[in-house]
């Protein structure tokens, strides 16, 4: 093998930055989940200082994680700041299951729609890699959206804003864009596409991808391109002609 190619990797290895802590981050990501849910815990925490001592442990392991992307005093008050915000991340998801329920007729109930479907898995990995991404916090959000990309089949950009009460069912092949932005009460079939069409780079902080307003039902396999805006009234109309 030439040397000049070996020296060239040898010399991009030494300029590479830090390699993200994958495998830790994902699992950091599911053992918070597991805190919230207790549906999803492999134990039970029986008292409130097992409670307090787990977060306490997960704050610090995130603020390590962090390091890998932002200084040490950075990583420390961006993970503080996540640990704050777990009541109301804990709030929306509940939201979202309860949506799932309402809205799909095989849903037995809260607990399984937690435990086992993967659209709620999709969108609480969403919504903790969202939070980061508010944050700024740079590549670890993306890594987290394609945890859950592997893990479900649903592919969400970390930018993407959706709102409350969001119902994904099946999940399978939905892909939602970084500038996309989903009402309230929202439920999206699998095979959808939030996209964009082709853009020049500069373009790239405008908005670029659909909204998708309150109370809307999105149909299987439907795509929607461009910064539209599409309604109740108007999703339905697609459906129809699609």
Not at 96 to 112: F, L, N, R
Not at 155 to 181: L, Y
Request: aromatic letters at 6%; charged letters at 15%.
């Amino acid at each position: 093998m030439h040397a000049a190619f070996i020296q060239s990797l040898a010399a991009a290895h030494r300029q590479a930055t830090a390699p993200l802590p994958g495998q830790a981050l994902c699992l950091l990501a599911d053992q918070l989940l597991q805190v919230l849910f207790p549906e999803r815990a492999t134990r039970p925490l029986n008292s409130t200082d097992a409670v307090e001592a787990v977060l306490y442990q997960l704050q610090t392991d995130l603020a390590d994680l962090l390091r890998s992307v932002l200084s040490t005093a950075e990583a420390e008050q961006i993970a503080q700041t996540c640990m704050q915000g777990l009541p109301q991340l804990r709030d929306l998801l509940l939201g979202d299951a309860e949506a799932i329920v309402a809205a799909d007729p095989a849903a037995k109930g809260s607990e399984e729609v937690i435990s086992t479907y993967p659209g709620f898995y999709a969108i609480a990995l969403h919504r903790f890699a969202h939070a980061l991404y508010q944050l700024q916090v740079p590549r670890v959000p993306r890594l987290l959206s394609e945890y859950a990309h592997t893990r479900t089949g649903v592919d969400i950009h970390p930018g993407a804003r959706i709102g409350p009460s969001f119902c994904i069912d099946h999940g399978t092949g939905i892909v939602i864009g970084e500038t996309a932005v989903i009402g309230a009460y929202v439920k999206i079939f699998q095979g959808v596409t939030l996209g964009a069409l082709s853009v020049a780079k500069h373009m790239a902080n405008i908005k670029r991808h659909p909204t998708i307003e309150d109370h809307t039902v999105v149909y299987a396999g439907l795509p929607f391109w461009a910064a539209a805006r599409w309604s109740a009234a108007t999703a339905s109309l697609a459906a129809t002609c699609g």
